[in-house]
Every structure is written in C-alpha cells, then in structure tokens.
C-alpha cells in the first residue's frame, strides 16, 4: 500500500503562484511514476504533470512555460510550482503515484481556486 498526502492548495489571483506538494508513504518502489492530475466541476480529471524516478517529465500543453513539476526522491515527496496561474486552473487538484505494471494509488485531492 502506498499512502499519499497532499498539501499547498487553496486561493490564488490570476497570475499568482501557488506550491503543491505531496508525500509519499508505505510500500515504495524505486523506480515509479509520479505526477499531479485536476479536476474542474463537470469536467473529467485531467494530467497536468507527471515525472518518472529518473526526472524524465510530462506536461500538458495547458500549463507548458508555466507549471513546473519536480521530486525529491529521497523523501518521496513531488511537487508542482505553479506560475502566472489563470481562472481556468481552478480544480481540485490529485496526486497520483504508479508503476507500470503495478497498481495506482491516488491522493484525497487539494482544492486550488483562482480568482480576484
């Protein structure tokens, strides 16, 4: 089993930042997937980001140049810097921790509300 805690949502103006983080705990494996997924109201959840044990990377093209995603391998712990954010990256934002094969395991969500 692997637990993940999420933390650093909450609300932001437009073109403000904003830092997520989440940890990993339990049964991890060296070589996995991490990444960060949203979900806006009447929308499915979506990727934003995902970075793999070796620092190998995967943006959508929503949040290219402004979105970074990065990990701290020995803590199990990856983040996401979000920049210049807009109306439009309002979501509850989902870390996500998986191996291929392997199962997937989810976090409880941080909600992330962009407004003025």
């Known amino acids: 089993q692997v637990q993940l805690v999420e933390s650093g949502g909450g609300l932001v103006q437009p073109g403000g930042s904003l830092r997520l983080s989440c940890a990993a705990s339990g049964s991890i494996f060296r070589i996995n997937n991490m990444g960060w997924f949203r979900q806006a109201p009447g929308k499915e959840r979506e990727l934003v980001a995902s970075i793999n044990n070796y620092g190998t990377t995967n943006y959508a093209d929503s949040v290219k140049d402004r979105f970074t995603i990065s990990r701290e391998n020995a803590k199990n712990t990856v983040y996401l810097q979000m920049n210049g954010v807009k109306a439009e990256d309002t979501a509850v934002y989902y870390c996500?921790?998986?191996?291929?094969?392997?199962?997937?395991?989810w976090g409880q969500g941080t909600q992330v509300t962009v407004s003025s």
């Open positions: 996500k921790y998986w191996r291929t094969p392997g199962p997937i395991y």
